[in-house]
């Protein structure tokens, strides 16, 4: 399998490049179960990032992440929201997103306690990566049903298109690749 050598604040990773169909291959980028890279990229967003009161991320891979962002400061508590319903949940509610990695459309849950957590605070949402936006969208749109004070957007990487946009914070940019594994944006 051919891959993709990035450079992530100062750390090497080799990402596998994988079909999304038979024109358009991504970099696979997986923090969960690289707790060196976790470590090593919180603290880089942290030096970038603004005030906040907590982070918010969506499962799966989000979470290694602001797990590691939130102990290096010493906060009690991090928000994520859930891609299914749990019984422990109170009263939750549910938005839609589907991102480019996941064929499926996904849910994400909050439950109350998350939202009045949140409700007039200082939020940073966070994600591993940014590619469409559509998962960052559906933060968003949970953070705002929340009451939330959303104060950033920041991912370790922002995959093709992302790279332009002017309101996410990111450490490194991440292209697509065309069959033949040459970037193509
Ligand atoms: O900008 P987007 O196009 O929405 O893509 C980015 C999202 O896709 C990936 O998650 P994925 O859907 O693969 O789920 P997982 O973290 O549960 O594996 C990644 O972790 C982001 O959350």
């Known amino acids: 399998m051919k891959t993709y050598k990035i450079n992530i ?8 490049l994988c079909a999304i169909n038979d024109d358009l291959y991504i970099g696979a980028f997986i923090i969960v179960g690289d707790p060196s890279l ?3 990229c919180a603290r880089e967003l942290l030096k970038i990032a603004p005030e906040f009161d907590y982070v ?21 508590k991090y928000i994520v929201a859930r891609k299914s319903k749990k019984l422990y949940m109170v009263d939750p509610f ?3 997103v589907q991102s480019i990695t996941t064929a499926a459309r996904q849910k994400l849950y909050l439950d ?8 007039g605070k200082k939020v940073l949402i966070v994600d591993d990566v940014i590619s469409t936006g559509k998962s960052l969208e559906a933060l ?15 991912a370790i990487l922002a995959e093709g298109e992302a790279a332009d946009r002017d309101d996410i914070l990111f450490l490194e940019k991440l292209p697509l690749f065309n069959a033949e594994g040459e970037p193509i944006s």
């Not at 604040?9 to 596998?16: D, N, Q, V």
Request: hydrophobic share 40%.
């Open 38 to 40: 976790s470590e090593h």
């Open 56 to 76: 918010l991320t969506a499962e799966t891979k989000g979470i290694p992440l602001v797990h590691e962002m939130a102990r290096q400061r010493g906060d009690a």
């Open 9 to 16: 604040a100062g750390m090497e990773r080799a990402l596998p």
């Open 112 to 119: 109350q306690l998350d939202v009045e957590t949140m409700k």
């Open 140 to 154: 968003e749109e949970l953070a705002e049903r929340c009451g939330a004070n959303v104060v950033g957007k920041m």
């Open 94 to 96: 549910f938005v839609e």
